[in-house]
Structure formats: C-alpha cells, structure tokens
C-alpha cells in the first residue's frame, strides 16, 4: 500500500511507537497518551496542515506537513488521513492552502472540486467541501475580500464541531452498553479517524471515563489492517483491554464466547438507515443478526446523506488490487491474478439494532425515525 510511495511533504520523525511485535510492554507503557492531534492547523490562514500519517502506524508515529492543496490529495487518496469525518476535516484545510498571495476565488473554488475526487464513498468530505463552498460565494467575502481567513475560519469551525459531536456520540452510545460488556468493532473509528475520540470508539472511551470496565476484539481489517494497527493502538494507548482478531474469526467468537454488542462506524447513512462502512462490515453484521447481538452504527450527522434512500445507490469505490495480493510489497497471490477490491460494503437498515448520533439514539432506524430524528424532532424512541 502507500507507506512504500514517496512523500512529497515535509515529514517529522517524532518517535518510535509501541505496536511493532518484538516492543517490550515497558515500552508500550511509555508511548500510552503522548500521541499528537490526527489533525491541526499551524498558523493563521497563511499557516499549514498537519496529519498524522496513519499509514505507517503502529511502528512509526510520524507527522507530516501539508502546503498545497495537492498533498492534500494525495494524503486523502492515500489514506494518510481516513475515516470519514477526518477526511472532510483534512478536505476543508486543503481549500485554505489553495489561498496563497495574489490567489483568487476561483481557486479556492477548483480547489474544493479537486479535493472532491479524492475518494467517491463517505459523505463528510461532500458535506464539508459545500460548507467551504458556501463561504466562497458568500455575500460577505464578496464585499471584504478576506476569504482565506473566512476559509480558515469555516475549516476550524467544521473541526471544532466534529469534536463536540464525537464525545455527545459517545455519550449517547455509552449509555447502551452495560458494565463489563465485551465488544467486537470493525476498521477504525476511533480518535485517527475523527476531530477526537472518535465515533465507535468515542462510545468505548466514555465507557472507560464512566468507569465500566470493558474489553474490545478489534477485527484485524482488510485489506489495509485499520482494526489492528490504527483501533488496537488507540485502545492500547487508552489501556482498554483489546485483543486483535482476523476478520473471519467474529462468528466464531459470537458462537462460543459471549459478545454483547458490536459497535462501528460510517462513511455515509441514507435516509432509511443503511449504512456504508469499511468492507466485512455487512458480514460482521449478518453474524451479529444471526446470534442475537445488538449492532450499533456510531456516526455524526455529517455521515447523512438524505439525498440518498436505499445504500445500494451509495457509490463504493474500488481500490488498487495490490493492496491485497501485495501488501506492503509482499506478493501474496500469483502475479496476474484478478483482484477485486472494494473498499467498503452496506449493511442494510435493517441489520441495524440502532444509530448514535450526537443528537441521541434510533432504535431500529427507518426512513421515517431516521428523518425525524436528523431534523431535531427527538419525541421518539
Ligand atoms: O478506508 P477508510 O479507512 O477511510 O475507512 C474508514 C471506515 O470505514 C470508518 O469506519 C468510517 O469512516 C467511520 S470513521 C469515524
């Protein structure tokens, strides 16, 4: 995958993290709480965006600097930076740094439409990059001219608003899960993959906070392994009890041991509840239905995309087959061998015992629950 492509950004090698297979738990103990922001802004609207690079976790904590709006791209398409609501955070920066001297509207206006073909699925980046939009055409930058620190100012207010919605999630989610639960997730969807504290993960940190003691099987997640080398090292870093399994490995432990939730994220909800997330997702959940466990889906309402009934109208996008036949450069197939590799899967209404949003909880999500709830009318359920 792309921890082997060259970098065009400025990169700081802040330390070796915890998660390589022969690191003492001494040294795991010493990285626990001391990771950076996923995301940050430096500077004012002349400033530049950091990202944690989530490709080369968990053995190297590394930060890189983007300038342009090209690396911005790049660290999207990429997945330097993933998850659905950090990805339109990331988007929104990247219109600020299309605003260097002499820049004009237009390109910050290109520049929201380049970064829009970073990646087809979660609709936070659509979501975010029509906030940007929105200022760009703004009456208001239209008299004064300050549109990058207009931009600028959109940009934080998306990530500030993500933050807040990421912990009122967890509080909303946490309150459905028992003490001493024992939880299956899937991909990440924690902290790396948000503003902070995640969505799925938000809802497991707030357990912790509260003082239930939980412990969490992270599918392992392929292609591109985001359960155990982003979600086992957050949780690790946390000190919640987490064990990495293979993703093929979840209906044999709902069988024999006892699970009493599974709890994911979202790219992208219709307005009758179905839910894209990262591929095995719909799996996870027909395992969950079949043994009598409750399936959450945890996600801002940014995840929503009302435009959009049933999820088999959600576009899935399709990645580079070698991310499974060669990973990392290992050639785990024969060479010329068709690959098929779509990146995430939907998981019907229907399998889903409930959403957590910031604004509370759907039991049972339909269209009409799911509307009515999204619009603030929270006399339901
Ligand atoms: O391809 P990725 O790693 O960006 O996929 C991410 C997921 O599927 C997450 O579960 C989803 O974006 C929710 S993140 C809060």
């Not at 001494?26 to 995301?39: F, H, L, N, Q």
């Not at 599918?219 to 093929?248: K, M």
């Amino acid at each position: 995958m792309s921890s082997s492509s060259s970098n065009p950004t400025t990169s700081t090698d802040l330390k070796k993290s915890s998660g390589g297979a022969n690191s003492s738990s001494a040294e795991a103990k010493r990285t626990v709480g001391k990771a950076p922001p996923a995301i940050q802004w430096d500077g004012g609207p002349d400033g530049f965006l950091k990202l944690i690079d989530q490709t080369r976790l968990p053995t190297e904590l590394r930060v890189i600097e983007c300038r342009d709006v090209q690396t911005v791209w790049e660290a999207i398409k990429m997945l330097r930076v993933r998850g659905a609501p950090a990805i339109g955070i990331a988007a929104a920066y990247g219109v600020v740094l299309s605003q260097g001297a002499g820049a004009s509207l237009e390109q910050a206006r290109q520049a929201a439409d380049y970064l829009a073909t970073s990646r087809p699925t979660a609709v936070n980046l659509f979501w975010a990059l029509d906030r940007m939009r929105r200022i760009i055409d703004s009456e208001s930058v239209a008299a004064d001219g300050q549109l990058a620190s207009r931009l600028l100012a959109e940009a934080q207010r998306i990530h500030r608003e993500d933050r807040d919605m990421c912990h009122a999630i967890g509080r909303n989610g946490a309150a459905l899960i028992p003490d001493q639960a024992t939880i299956i997730t899937h991909c990440n969807a924690g902290g790396l993959a948000t503003a902070e504290y995640g969505t799925a993960l938000s809802v497991m940190f707030t357990c912790q906070d509260q003082g239930k003691s939980i412990r969490v099987f992270a599918d392992e997640t392929r292609p591109l392994w985001q359960g155990s080398r982003l979600t086992a090292w957050e949780l690790h870093q946390r000190e919640i009890p987490v064990t990495v399994i293979c993703d093929n490995m979840a209906a044999h432990l709902m069988k024999t041991q006892r699970i009493d939730a599974v709890i994911v994220g979202a790219d992208r909800i219709t307005a009758r509840g179905d839910a894209a997330n990262k591929i095995g997702t719909y799996s996870l959940a027909v395992n969950a239905n079949y043994h009598g466990i409750p399936f959450y889906v945890a996600a801002p309402s940014s995840t929503f995309d009302l435009n959009l009934v049933d999820g088999a109208d959600i576009p899935i996008e399709q990645r580079d087959g070698a991310e499974i036949v060669a990973p990392y450069g290992t050639r785990l197939a024969p060479d010329g061998v068709e690959v098929y590799n779509p990146a995430f899967d939907v998981t019907p209404a229907e399998l889903i015992t409930a959403l957590i949003t910031e604004k509370g909880v759907v039991q049972t999500p339909n269209e009409e629950r799911v509307r009515r709830h999204l619009a603030g009318d929270n006399g339901w359920e």
